[in-house]
């Protein structure tokens, strides 16, 4: 038999386990965790506080008895203090204080990512919440559910802040959105694309305060938060809910493991760290990029469960490399959808490639259609200037338009240039789409 103890049960530590316990029989599985429970879906957070879904179980997808009753042995509620990587070795304490170790023949480190606290006078009070594990969304619920609480600020213009920030508004509070970009979304999308849902966000009565870093929080003889402070002003508010980012929770091997530029585990394509009897998985951990051809952090749950199937099947035998990622991602705020996938021409130009884009507006269907099922759909392709490869896309619409952007993923993957796609077998129905397709015109567009 082969130990494994898998340090983390979210998203990659359970891919991780179920790859063990249902592939490889001569596998012993081990996982501990310091939370109270696994497998919450935080993507569902803003949805369950917005009352968009009312019943926050369906967030959580297994539990502790399916892994018990495949022979694995679990401990939530304990927190790892040390490992001891030359004997194998980890310590940890459970809740009621008890100290036990648990020794290893391979270890994977799932320990995912924690959320960045702006440095700033009077990050401490009370009313300051973040959004990270599902104790978070109870918080946040909580105080959004009081009466008291009229005005909601966001700190973080980023999928989640700008998710939450509408869940807010659909309770009622009056949000102020806060971001020191001047803009939403400028991680993953183009100014072009971004004003879309700014404009979407104030048009819903989203307060946008983008250009502005929070420099303070202010609050009362009860500690608690009573003002946000940014170089423009000082502004009334009642609860601050935090989502500037995640960093990787590295603690645990800092010390003993190489790391990448953001201290992320550095690992190769089989998930392996520096250490050849420890595999890193999820958001603690590097994963290669199709887009850059080369490592980097891109911290996304479907890049979590794909590292975690990846390292225990090389953890346990089966060579397996990663095929890589393109970070591909989506948002949707009340009708506005837009998804991406790869680089932005922004992101390019960070990361030294030099880039073109062809971008292309029509409506989904023919003109003909009726307008009550029709939408304008809005698209940018990015390809490398020289190679003429596909390294993004960017798609917005009222319409549900997603399903495109798992072609241009898989285009990144396999270095499809645009002029290839620009004779792409696309159908024409009426009932589906136009004739002289956005995907087809774009490519044609291109330089």
């Known amino acids: 038999m082969t130990k494994t103890v ?82 194998k070795v980890v310590h940890y304490i459970k809740k009621d204080g008890t ?24 990050k401490d009070l009370n009313g300051i919440h973040f959004l990270k594990l599902f104790q978070d969304g109870q918080d946040v619920d909580k105080e959004i559910s009081a009466e008291k609480v009229k005005n909601v600020a966001v ?9 939450i920030a509408e869940a807010a508004k659909r309770r009622g509070k009056n949000v102020l959105l806060f971001d020191a970009a001047d803009r939403s979304l400028s991680t993953h999308y183009d100014k072009a694309f971004t004003d879309l849902m700014d404009k979407n966000l104030a048009d819903h009565g989203i307060e946008n305060h983008f250009g502005e870093l929070v420099t303070e929080y202010k609050g009362n003889d009860q ?38 530029k953001n201290g992320a585990y550095l690992v ?19 994963i290669y990029s199709n887009a850059l051809d080369k490592m980097t952090y891109i911290a996304l749950a479907s890049n979590a469960v794909r590292s975690g199937i ?43 490639l030099d880039v073109e884009y062809t971008d ?28 003429r490869r596909i390294v993004g896309a960017q798609l917005a619409s009222t319409e549900d338009v997603s399903m495109a952007i798992h072609m241009f993923s898989l285009a990144i993957q396999e270095h499809v240039t645009i002029d290839k796609l620009s004779l792409l077998d696309i159908f024409f129905l009426p009932h589906f789409n136009q004739p002289y397709n956005y995907i087809t015109m774009a490519a044609l567009s291109a330089k």
């Open 223 to 260: 500690n608690h938060v009573t003002q946000v402070v940014t170089a423009e002003g000082e502004y009334d508010v009642d609860l601050v809910i935090n989502a500037i980012g995640f960093r990787p929770n590295n603690s645990l091997g800092k010390d003993h493991l190489k790391l990448f």
């Open 310 to 352: 990846v390292a225990a099947h090389n953890l346990a035998g089966t060579k397996l490399e990663s095929v890589g990622v393109q970070g591909s991602n989506g948002i949707n705020i009340w009708d506005l959808k837009m998804v991406s996938t790869g680089l932005s021409v922004e992101a390019a130009k960070k990361f030294g």
């Open 268 to 286: 190769d394509r089989y998930g392996q760290t520096s250490d050849k009897n420890v595999y890193a998985v999820g958001d603690c951990a590097t």
């Open 155 to 163: 700190i973080g213009a980023g999928y989640i802040g700008v998710e």
């Open 360 to 387: 292309f507006e029509d409506l989904q269907k023919p003109a003909f259609m009726p307008k009550d099922v029709n939408a304008e759909v809005k698209i940018r392709i990015v390809y490398e200037k020289e190679s």
């Open 6 to 87: 898998i340090i983390g049960t979210n998203h990659a530590g359970i891919a991780a386990a179920n790859t063990l316990l249902d592939n490889y029989p001569d596998q012993e599985v081990v996982m501990i965790d310091r939370n109270s429970n696994l497998s919450y879906l935080g993507c569902g957070t803003a949805l369950w506080v917005g009352r968009q879904v009312n019943d926050y179980h369906g967030l959580f997808y297994t539990k502790v008895e399916d892994f018990t009753n495949k022979g694995a042995k679990i401990t939530l509620e304990a927190e790892v203090k040390d490992i001891d990587f030359d004997k």
């Open 99 to 122: 100290e036990l170790t648990e020794d290893y023949d391979k270890l994977i480190l799932a320990t995912g990512s924690l959320p960045i606290s702006p440095n700033v006078a009077g």
